[in-house]
C-alpha cells in the first residue's frame, strides 16, 4: 500500500506547487528535490509491497513502513508551512513586521526538515536497490505468485470430481442455474453466466453441483473445468479444457501440444461452434485474465446458433460483465439462521456423538453453537470452518474459550491446529481478496475499520472522509468531482465483494449505505493495526491499552463509564502525527476534555468526527477557541451535540471542506469568510431560523461549495447562491423576507443543483414557492415542508423530479391530478396536513413510475379512489395516522408490483376490513407482505394532539423529522408516529 501513499503525496505536492507557489517562497528548490526523489522511490514501491505481503525480508517491510511515515511527515512539514505564512500575510502590518524575524527562521526551519526528509528517502531508495527489490511491475506480479499468495490460491484449487453431499442453501441457486444452462429459462440465450460474490460465500461448491446436475449432464455432449490462477497461464488452460472435451490418444495429444497458441484457441473455438459444449472457469479474478482466454470461446457469435455455454465463479462482478455484457450474474445469498445451523450440524462431530456428555451439555453446547454462529453472519465456509474446529473440543469449557474468541478462531482455522487439518481459516480465503486489491483501493478498504461492528456506512460521509484525507486522486483515468471518483472507488469495492450494499437511496439511483461482513471487518481491521494505517478501540465491552504504535489515525467507540482519563492513557503516547480521530458514545465532560486535548496535541489532523447518535439533543458542547489550532483540518462532524457558538479562530480552517454541526447559534464568525475551500456545509439548526449566511456568501468566493443546508432566507438574496457555480443540494429555512429572497428569480436558474429544500414549521404564513421552483430546473429531489399559496403547475416542476416530500402545505385541492403527470416521479410522501380535502382520486394512467407512495398525518382524508391502470409500478405503500380513511381503494388488487404495505396507528376497523376475512381483504390478498403497527392502540390515538417541531438528524446531520413533546429522542427513534424521513 505504500506505493498508493507516496503517489497520493506527489500528487498533493504537485497541486500545491501550482496553487499555492506564492506561499513557497524560500523553499520551493527544496519541496522540487523532495518531489523528484519520491517520484525516484515510487518505482521501487510495487515491488517493495509485493514482498512485504509474502514476508520475503522484514528489512524491506521496514523500511516501507517508514517510507509512508516519512511521506506523510513531508506533506505535513510543507502543508503547514504554506498555511502559516498564509495566515501572517493576513494579519495587521505591525504584527505582521514583528513576525518577519521569527518567518526567517521557520523557512530556514522548514527547508532544513524538507532536506532531512529528502535524504532519508535517497537512503531507502538505495537500501531497497540493495536488496533486490528493483524489478519491473511484472516480475513483483512473480514475486507475489511465488509464495504466500500462490499458496492460498492452491489450497483453494477446486477440482469438478470433488462431491460435497452437504450443501446447504443453494436449492434454489441450482434450480436457476440449471434452467438457464439447459436454456428452459433462458430467453435471451446468455453465453456467459457468471456466479460472483465474496470469498467463502460457496460460489465454487454451487457451480460445481451445477456442473454435476443430472440436468446438465444430458443436455450438452462435451464438459471441461479449470481453475484459473492469478497469473493465468493460457497453454495450460487451453490444453486442459481440450483434453477434457476430446479425450485424445497419447498421439493427438503430442500433436496438441505443437500447436501454437493461436492454433490450439482457434481448435476450442471451432468445437464449441459445432458442438454443445460447457465451460466452467472457476475463480477468474481480472478482467485482464478473461481477455487472455477469450479468444478461444465463441461468445462474440450473434443469434440463437451458439448452444455452448460458460459457467464463470469470480469475486469481482465487472469480470462477469466484461466477459458477456449481456451476460447473466447470479450472486449466492448469505444463509440465514436455519441454514446456518443446518450445515453446522452436518459439518461438526461433537453434538449428539459424545457419550460423555449429559443432557445438560448437550444444551449448552447447542446454545453456545448458535451463539458463535451468529458471528459468521451466514458465511459457509465461516461455519464450515467453527464446525471443523469445535469438532476437535470435547468439553463445555473448550467450547466457552472458543465462544470468547470465535472471530480470532475462524479467522486463523488450522493455524491454531494441526498443519493437515482440513478446516483451514477464513482469512486467508478473504485475505487474497484484499492481496488482489489495485493499490489506490487498498487506503479505502481499510478505511472501513474506522466503524463499528454491523453499523451501516453512509456512502457520502465515507466519500467525504477519503477526500479529506487526501486518498482519492482524479489523475488515475477518472472523470468528474473528487466525489464522484470517490463513489466510483467504493463501487469498485462492492464489485469485488468487499462490502455489500445495504440500502440504495430512495431512487434506486446510488448506494446509499453499505455494511461488511464481521469476517471481513476482522480482516480490515488486524490489517490496518498491522500496517499503522489506523488503531480501532472499542470500549463498548471492555477497557483498552495505550497505543504504542506510531498510528496515523484512530477511532474509538466509547461508553457511558469512558473517561477523559482513559482516553488521554491510551493515547498519550501517539506522536503530534495523528490525522483521523473518530470519537462515538462517552459522557459530556468526556467530550469536552477530548476536545480541548486535540486541539492542543494532535495539530495535523485531516478529519475530527464527534458522534453519539443516541444523546438527548438538548445536550451543548462548547467548541474551544484552540479549534484553530487544526489548520490542517478537512473535516469536522459534530452532528449531535449542540454548539454553543462557533468561535472566531474558525478562520484559521483554511482547509477545511466539509463541516456539519448542530448550532443553537444563527450567527457565524465573520472569519469563516476565509474558508474558501468549503466544498460541504450543513448547519443542523432550530426549526424557526437558519443560519445567517449572505455576509459569507457576499465576502468570499466558495468555488467548490456543493452542499449547503440550514441557511435562512432572511439576510439572504438569491442572487447570492446562484453564484455558486458548484452547488448540488440546498436547504432553506424560511424565516422571512422570502419574497426579497426571490426578487427577479425569472432570470437567475441554478445550472447544477439536484436537491432542493424550503422549510418552515411555524403556521400561519403561505409562502408562494413556485419562483425557487422554476429557478431550480434540473432537480430530483423536492423537499417542501411549510404551507404554501399554491402547488406548483406540472411544467413548474424540473421533469427530472424522482422524489418529492410534501409537509404542512394545507392544501385545499386535491394535489394528484398535477403530481400523477410528473413523468419521471418515483417516491412520493405526502405527510403531517399537506392535503386538507376528504376526497383524493389517482386517474388512469397515473403515476407511470411511482415505487413507493406514503401518507401520513392526513386527518381529512376519507375517500382514496384509483382508477384502472394507476400506479402501475407501485412496490410501496404506506398508510400512518389517516384516521378518517375508510378503506383501501378498489384498484390495488390491479397493482401486481405491489410488495409491500404498512398500516401505522390507523383505527382497529380500519384494520380488520385489510385483515384475512375482512371485506377489503381481496384487494390486498396478492401483497407478500402486510404489516400492522399498533393499529389497536384506539385510545393512544385520541391523546395525540400536538406536537413539537424539532429537527432531529440521522447520521448525516442533514435529516429531519418530528418530535413528539415531552418525548425522548429513544422513543422518537422506535415510533413510527414521529418517523424520521429519509
Known amino acids: 500500500?505504500?506505493?498508493?501513499?507516496?503517489?497520493?503525496?506527489?500528487?498533493?505536492?504537485?497541486?500545491?506547487?501550482?496553487?499555492?507557489?506564492?506561499?513557497?517562497?524560500?523553499?520551493?528548490?527544496?519541496?522540487?528535490?523532495?518531489?523528484?526523489?519520491?517520484?525516484?522511490?515510487?518505482a521501487f514501491l510495487k515491488d517493495a509491497d509485493a514482498w512485504?505481503?509474502?514476508?520475503?525480508?522484514?528489512?524491506?517491510?521496514?523500511?516501507?513502513?517508514?517510507?509512508?511515515?516519512?511521506?506523510?511527515?513531508?506533506?505535513?512539514?510543507?502543508?503547514?508551512?504554506?498555511?502559516?505564512?498564509?495566515?501572517?500575510?493576513?494579519?495587521?502590518?505591525?504584527?505582521?513586521?514583528?513576525?518577519?524575524?521569527?518567518e526567517g527562521i521557520d523557512v530556514h526551519k522548514i527547508g532544513s526538515e524538507i532536506e532531512r526528509i529528502s535524504s532519508n528517502i535517497d537512503t531507502w531508495t538505495s537500501q531497497l536497490d540493495a536488496l533486490g527489490v528493483h524489478r519491473s511491475i511484472h516480475n513483483?506480479?512473480?514475486?507475489?505468485?511465488?509464495?504466500?499468495?500462490?499458496?492460498?490460491?492452491?489450497?483453494?484449487?477446486?477440482?469438478?470430481y470433488v462431491e460435497d453431499n452437504h450443501v446447504v442453501g443453494f436449492g434454489k441457486d441450482i434450480e436457476e442455474l440449471v434452467a438457464l444452462l439447459t436454456e428452459k429459462e433462458n430467453p435471451h440465450k446468455h453465453k456467459v453466466i457468471s456466479v460472483c460474490g465474496m470469498g467463502g460465500l460457496g460460489k465454487t461448491t454451487l457451480t460445481r453441483k451445477v456442473y454435476q446436475h443430472p440436468h446438465v449432464r444430458t443436455h450438452f455432449d462435451s464438459y471441461a473445468w479449470a481453475s484459473i490462477s492469478q497469473q493465468c497461464n493460457t497453454r495450460n488452460v487451453f490444453e486442459s479444457?481440450?483434453?477434457?472435451?476430446?479425450?485424445?490418444?497419447?498421439?493427438?495429444?503430442?500433436?496438441?501440444?505443437?500447436?501454437?497458441?493461436?492454433?490450439?484457441?482457434?481448435?476450442?473455438?471451432?468445437?464449441?461452434?459445432?458442438?454443445?459444449?460447457l465451460v466452467v472457469l472457476d475463480d477468474i479474478w481480472t478482467t485482464t485474465t478473461w481477455d487472455l482466454l477469450k479468444h478461444a470461446f465463441p461468445t462474440n457469435i450473434q443469434g440463437d446458433t451458439l448452444h455452448s455455454k460458460i459457467l464463470l465463479t469470480t469475486r469481482n462482478k465487472v469480470v462477469g460483465l466484461h466477459a458477456d455484457p449481456h451476460g447473466f450474474i447470479h450472486e449466492p445469498h448469505l444463509l440465514n439462521d436455519k441454514e446456518s445451523w443446518e450445515l453446522f450440524q452436518n459439518k461438526c462431530y461433537s453434538i449428539g456423538t459424545d457419550p460423555s456428555d449429559s443432557n445438560d451439555d448437550e444444551e449448552r453446547k447447542k446454545e453456545l453453537a448458535v451463539e458463535m454462529l451468529k458471528k459468521c453472519s451466514g458465511l459457509p465456509l465461516a461455519i464450515i470452518v467453527l464446525a471443523g474446529l469445535l469438532s476437535k473440543k470435547h468439553t463445555i469449557r473448550d467450547w466457552e474459550l472458543m465462544k470468547a474468541n470465535v472471530i480470532l478462531c475462524i479467522g486463523q482455522g488450522y493455524q491454531q491446529h494441526d498443519v493437515d487439518s482440513n478446516y483451514h481459516g477464513v482469512s486467508g480465503v478473504l485475505g487474497l481478496s484484499y492481496s488482489e486489491l489495485p493499490s489506490h483501493l487498498k487506503p479505502c478498504f481499510l478505511y472501513l475499520a474506522c466503524y463499528a461492528e454491523d453499523v451501516p456506512i453512509r456512502t457520502k460521509e465515507l466519500c467525504h472522509i477519503l477526500i479529506a484525507e487526501g486518498l482519492i486522486s482524479r489523475r488515475r483515468g477518472s472523470v468528474g468531482t473528487w466525489e464522484e471518483v470517490a463513489y466510483d472507488w467504493l463501487c469498485e469495492l462492492v464489485e469485488r465483494s468487499m462490502i455489500q450494499v445495504k440500502e440504495m437511496s430512495s431512487t434506486k439511483e446510488r448506494i446509499k449505505s453499505f455494511c461488511i461482513h464481521d469476517l471481513m471487518r476482522d480482516l480490515c481491521v488486524s490489517k490496518a493495526q498491522e500496517e499503522n494505517f489506523l488503531h480501532f478501540t472499542d470500549w463498548q465491552n471492555k477497557g483498552e491499552e495505550p497505543i504504542e504504535t506510531k498510528v496515523l489515525r484512530v477511532s474509538?467507540?466509547?461508553?457511558?463509564?469512558?473517561?477523559?482519563?482513559?482516553?488521554?492513557?491510551?493515547?498519550?503516547?501517539?506522536?503530534?502525527?495523528?490525522?483521523?480521530?473518530?470519537?462515538?458514545?462517552?459522557?459530556?465532560?468526556?467530550?469536552?476534555?477530548?476536545?480541548?486535548?486535540?486541539?492542543?496535541?494532535f495539530l495535523k489532523l485531516r478529519v475530527l468526527i464527534i458522534g453519539d447518535k443516541h444523546?438527548?439533543?438538548?445536550?451543548?458542547?462548547?467548541?474551544?477557541?484552540?479549534?484553530?489550532?487544526?489548520?490542517?483540518?478537512?473535516?469536522?462532524?459534530?452532528?449531535?451535540?449542540?454548539?454553543?457558538?462557533?468561535?472566531?479562530?474558525?478562520?484559521?480552517?483554511?482547509?477545511?471542506?466539509?463541516?456539519?454541526?448542530?448550532?443553537?447559534?444563527?450567527?457565524?464568525?465573520?472569519?469563516?469568510?476565509?474558508?474558501?475551500?468549503?466544498?460541504?456545509?450543513?448547519?443542523?439548526?432550530?426549526?424557526?431560523?437558519?443560519?445567517?449566511?449572505?455576509?459569507?456568501?457576499?465576502?468570499?468566493?466558495?468555488?467548490?461549495?456543493?452542499?449547503?443546508?440550514?441557511i435562512g432566507s432572511k439576510d439572504l438574496l438569491l442572487s447570492d447562491l446562484l453564484q455558486l457555480e458548484s452547488l448540488k443540494k440546498l436547504g432553506i429555512y424560511e424565516d422571512g423576507n422570502f419574497k426579497t429572497f426571490l426578487h427577479n428569480p425569472q432570470s437567475l436558474t441554478f445550472t447544477h443543483l439536484f436537491s432542493l429544500q424550503v422549510t418552515n414549521y411555524n403556521y400561519g404564513t403561505k409562502i408562494d414557492i413556485v419562483p425557487l421552483i422554476l429557478s431550480s430546473p434540473h432537480i430530483y429531489k423536492l423537499r417542501?415542508?411549510?404551507?404554501?399559496?399554491?402547488?406548483?403547475?406540472?411544467?413548474?416542476?424540473?421533469?427530472?423530479?424522482?422524489?418529492?416530500?410534501?409537509?404542512?402545505?394545507?392544501?385545499?385541492?386535491?394535489?394528484?391530478?398535477?403530481?400523477?403527470?410528473?413523468?419521471?416521479?418515483?417516491?412520493?410522501?405526502?405527510?403531517?396536513?399537506?392535503?386538507?380535502?376528504?376526497?383524493?382520486?389517482?386517474?388512469?394512467?397515473?403515476?407511470?413510475?411511482?415505487?413507493?407512495?406514503?401518507?401520513?398525518?392526513?386527518?381529512?382524508l376519507k375517500e382514496w379512489k384509483m382508477e384502472e391502470s394507476a400506479l402501475p409500478t407501485l412496490g410501496y405503500l404506506r398508510i400512518h395516522r389517516?384516521?378518517?380513511?375508510?378503506?383501501?381503494?378498489?384498484?390495488?388488487?390491479?397493482?401486481?408490483?405491489?410488495?409491500?404495505?404498512?398500516?401505522?396507528?390507523?383505527?382497529?376497523?380500519?384494520?380488520?376490513?385489510?385483515?384475512?376475512?375482512?371485506?377489503?381483504?381481496?384487494?390486498?390478498?396478492?401483497?407478500?407482505?402486510?404489516?400492522?403497527?399498533?393499529?389497536?392502540?384506539?385510545?393512544?390515538?385520541?391523546?395525540?394532539?400536538?406536537?413539537?417541531?424539532?429537527?432531529?438528524?440521522?447520521?448525516?446531520?442533514?435529516k429531519f423529522g418530528l418530535q413528539p413533546l415531552n418525548s425522548s429522542v429513544e422513543s422518537t427513534k422506535h415510533n413510527p408516529i414521529w418517523h424520521l424521513q429519509d
Open 556 to 601: 474509538i467507540c466509547a461508553n457511558e463509564s469512558t473517561n477523559a482519563n482513559d482516553f488521554i492513557h491510551m493515547v498519550g503516547n501517539i506522536d503530534g502525527s495523528l490525522r483521523c480521530l473518530a470519537v462515538d458514545g462517552g459522557r459530556i465532560e468526556y467530550r469536552k476534555r477530548v476536545l480541548r486535548h486535540v486541539c492542543n496535541h
Open 784 to 860: 417542501v415542508e411549510l404551507s404554501i399559496v399554491r402547488l406548483p403547475q406540472v411544467n413548474q416542476f424540473s421533469p427530472n423530479l424522482m422524489k418529492l416530500n410534501l409537509m404542512f402545505l394545507e392544501l385545499e385541492d386535491d394535489p394528484m391530478p398535477t403530481l400523477e403527470k410528473l413523468p419521471k416521479l418515483r417516491v412520493l410522501k405526502i405527510d403531517e396536513c399537506s392535503y386538507m380535502g376528504e376526497e383524493m382520486v389517482c386517474s388512469r394512467g397515473g403515476f407511470p413510475r411511482l415505487e413507493s407512495l406514503w401518507f401520513v398525518g392526513l386527518n381529512n
Open 52 to 102: 512485504v505481503r509474502n514476508g520475503t525480508n522484514e528489512r524491506v517491510r521496514l523500511l516501507v513502513v517508514q517510507i509512508r511515515e516519512n511521506a506523510y511527515a513531508l506533506e505535513d512539514v510543507i502543508e503547514t508551512y504554506v498555511l502559516k505564512v498564509t495566515l501572517r500575510r493576513n494579519e495587521g502590518v505591525l504584527k505582521r513586521s514583528i513576525n518577519i524575524f521569527r
Open 1 to 42: 500500500m505504500a506505493d498508493a501513499v507516496v503517489s497520493f503525496v506527489i500528487e498533493r505536492l504537485g497541486d500545491l506547487v501550482i496553487s499555492e507557489a506564492q506561499f513557497l517562497g524560500g523553499v520551493e528548490a527544496q519541496v522540487g528535490n523532495a518531489q523528484i526523489k519520491l517520484q525516484c522511490m515510487s
Open 140 to 160: 513483483a506480479a512473480e514475486a507475489s505468485s511465488s509464495s504466500y499468495v500462490q499458496q492460498q490460491r492452491q489450497l483453494r484449487q477446486a477440482y469438478s
Open 615 to 710: 444523546v438527548n439533543f438538548r445536550s451543548t458542547l462548547k467548541l474551544p477557541k484552540e479549534i484553530g489550532n487544526l489548520i490542517h483540518l478537512r473535516l469536522l462532524s459534530i452532528p449531535y451535540w449542540e454548539i454553543k457558538k462557533i468561535p472566531s479562530s474558525f478562520g484559521n480552517l483554511r482547509c477545511l471542506q466539509t463541516l456539519r454541526v448542530r448550532t443553537k447559534n444563527d450567527k457565524i464568525p465573520s472569519s469563516m469568510c476565509k474558508l474558501e475551500q468549503l466544498r460541504h456545509l450543513c448547519f443542523i439548526t432550530p426549526t424557526d431560523r437558519g443560519v445567517k449566511f449572505g455576509n459569507f456568501l457576499r465576502s468570499t468566493k466558495p468555488r467548490n461549495l456543493q452542499t449547503l443546508v440550514g
Open 882 to 958: 389517516c384516521r378518517g380513511l375508510r378503506r383501501v381503494p378498489d384498484g390495488l388488487k390491479s397493482i401486481d408490483t405491489l410488495n409491500e404495505m404498512e398500516i401505522g396507528y390507523m383505527p382497529k376497523k380500519f384494520k380488520e376490513r385489510i385483515e384475512e376475512g375482512g371485506e377489503d381483504f381481496h384487494k390486498v390478498n396478492h401483497v407478500p407482505s402486510r404489516v400492522f403497527v399498533h393499529c389497536d392502540e384506539v385510545e393512544l390515538l385520541s391523546k395525540i394532539k400536538c406536537y413539537a417541531f424539532h429537527s432531529i438528524p440521522l447520521q448525516n446531520g442533514e
Open 241 to 277: 479444457i481440450y483434453f477434457a472435451f476430446t479425450s485424445p490418444t497419447k498421439e493427438r495429444r503430442e500433436e496438441i501440444k505443437n500447436l501454437s497458441d493461436v492454433e490450439l484457441a482457434r481448435e476450442l473455438y471451432n468445437f464449441q461452434k459445432q458442438k454443445k459444449c
